[in-house]
T-cell receptor
Framework: DIQMTQSPSSLSASVGGRVTITCRAS??????LAWYQHKPGRAPKLLLY???TLESGVSSKFSGSASGTDYTLIISSLQPEDFATYFC?????????FGQGTKLEIK | EVQLVESGGGLVQPGRSLRLSCAAS????????MHWLRQAPGKGLEWVSG????????DYADSVRGRFTISRDNAKNSLYLDMNSLRPEDTAVYYC????????????WGPGTRVNISS
């Protein structure tokens, strides 16, 4: 199975700030990576796919990039509604695997 | 508006069975592959099973293969997960999700249903 190592597991940031979350795949996944936002009790929300393509209707404050097997999610201009858990997912091959998640909290 | 709503969760003893359902609305279910995923307490998300639009391709995680069965009824706009021989480690919130066509990332999710396996 492809392992997705996500870091950090948690971080604190201020409203208006910018954060970076990283996922490293254990092998080449050819940019077959999605990022999701998850709030307690709610359905997870797709943010980006193909490593850097913004899902329709998602704010451009979310951006993604790739370098080899490293994938990065950047969230800028943080607002209170952005504080949630974020996780990555590889869809290159089954079983489709996820990072452990990053809990973003308000500083 | 795309909506997915899971149901059927609850408290079940180890070794027993449970059927989860997912009601889909706002789109033609038979145009999409569908999946079940879960998140155990304090753990990350785990993909459980997926089924193609016509049930021709079905796949399972090793952790549930042989115990869980995914199925769908496109006429009833419904997805199912039959879970047998349940174990405490199956305790989780279970989500159904709609995949993007031909690529298995999940465009839409339900809010989940909680399954608790305990004696």
């Amino acid at each position: 199975d492809i392992q997705m190592t996500q870091s950090p597991s948690s971080l604190s940031a201020s409203v208006g700030g910018r954060v970076t979350i990283t996922c490293r795949a254990s092998q080449d996944i050819s940019n077959s990576l999605a990022w999701y936002q998850h709030k307690p009790g709610r359905a997870p929300k797709l943010l980006l796919y193909a490593a850097s393509t913004l899902e329709s209707g998602v704010s451009s404050k979310f951006s993604g990039s790739a370098s080899g097997t490293d994938y990065t999610l950047i969230i800028s201009s943080l607002q209170p509604e952005d504080f949630a858990t974020y996780f990555c997912q590889q869809y290159y091959t089954s079983p489709y695997t996820f990072g452990q998640g990053t809990k973003l909290e308000i500083k | 508006e795309v909506q997915l709503v899971e149901s059927g969760g609850g408290l079940v003893q180890p070794g027993r069975s449970l059927r989860l359902s997912c009601a889909a609305s706002g789109f033609n279910l038979d145009d999409y592959a569908m999946h079940w995923l879960r998140q155990a307490p304090g753990k990350g998300l785990e993909w459980v099973s997926g089924i193609s639009w016509n049930s021709g391709k079905i796949d399972y995680a090793d952790s549930v293969r042989g115990r869980f069965t995914i199925s769908r009824d496109n006429a009833k706009n419904s997805l199912y997960l039959d879970m047998n021989s349940l174990r405490p480690e199956d305790t989780a919130v279970y989500y159904c999700a709609r995949a993007f066509p031909f690529l298995e990332y999940f465009q839409h999710w339900g809010p989940g249903t909680r399954v608790n396996i305990s004696s």
